[in-house]
């Protein structure tokens, strides 16, 4: 008998671990909600949307400064051309040498108008609350892109409209003839007592002013 107590009494032994375990579960339990309610991740990588931005940038500003000095240049041959013999051929020939520059400039701003484009849209991708898995992929199907800021909502549109829907469930309209009657005569005896109000103190204007005029009078009449 001894023996048998004995063995029955040892899994009180567990009883901490166990608790321990269920405080570990109940741990799990809590933070699982958490963890779903985390943001998703980008669809785009925001540093390499933010380094090629910076990318278009410099091409911009390559593309002024080549500009710029053309100019500038055709500025300085045209003057020199006129010490020469063939003053005429020596001016076409520096702007000739002008648009050969400006269409280097204009080649190197419109790479930086690609990567404009590609920057916004990524970045417009990063807004949307459902972004197609398909963008994922290292390599989209040509056009996912475009149909996805199309048809696609914003996480800030899907907010607006949650609430939208917030405000409408929360509205309580008169829904009964009665209802909408009673209301109406509310507002009626409401105006009524206003109305009754003002001319009453019209009337009491109106006698203190007669009053006063009759004393007036009164007092005039004296000999």
């Excluded at 909600?33 to 925001?46: E, S």
């Excluded at 500003?61 to 240049?73: F, L, P, Y």
């Excluded at 800021?149 to 929360?170: H, L, N």
């Excluded at 009673?182 to 003002?198: G, I, P, Q």
Aim: net charge positive; with cysteine.
């Amino acid at each position: 008998m001894k023996r048998f107590f004995a063995t029955f009494t040892t899994p009180k032994m567990t009883h901490p671990a166990l608790r321990a375990v269920a405080l570990a579960c109940l741990g799990l339990t809590l933070v699982a909600p958490v963890a779903k309610a985390q943001p998703q991740a980008p669809v785009f990588d925001p540093a390499v949307l933010e380094a090629r931005d910076q990318e278009a940038k410099a091409l911009k500003e390559e593309g002024k400064a080549i500009r710029s000095e053309a100019d500038t240049q055709l500025e300085i041959d045209t003057w020199n051309c006129y010490s020469k013999v063939l003053v005429n051929w020596c001016i076409d020939r520096a702007k000739e040498r002008r648009y050969e520059q400006r269409e280097k400039a204009r080649d190197i701003e419109a790479r930086a108008a690609v990567i404009d484009r590609e920057v916004r849209e990524r970045r417009l991708i990063n807004q949307l609350a459902n972004p197609p898995e398909e963008l994922r992929q290292p390599n989209p199907p040509d056009g996912a892109i475009k149909k996805a800021i199309d048809e696609g909502k914003t996480v800030k549109q899907v907010d607006q409209e949650r609430k939208v829907r917030e405000a409408e469930q929360s509205a309580t309209p008169l829904k009964t003839d009665a209802e909408i009657q009673a209301a109406s005569a509310e507002r009626d005896r409401k105006a009524a007592e206003k109305r009754a109000k003002r001319e009453a103190a019209e009337q009491q204007r109106a006698a203190e002013k007669a009053a006063y005029e009759a004393q007036q009078a009164a007092k005039n009449a004296k000999p």
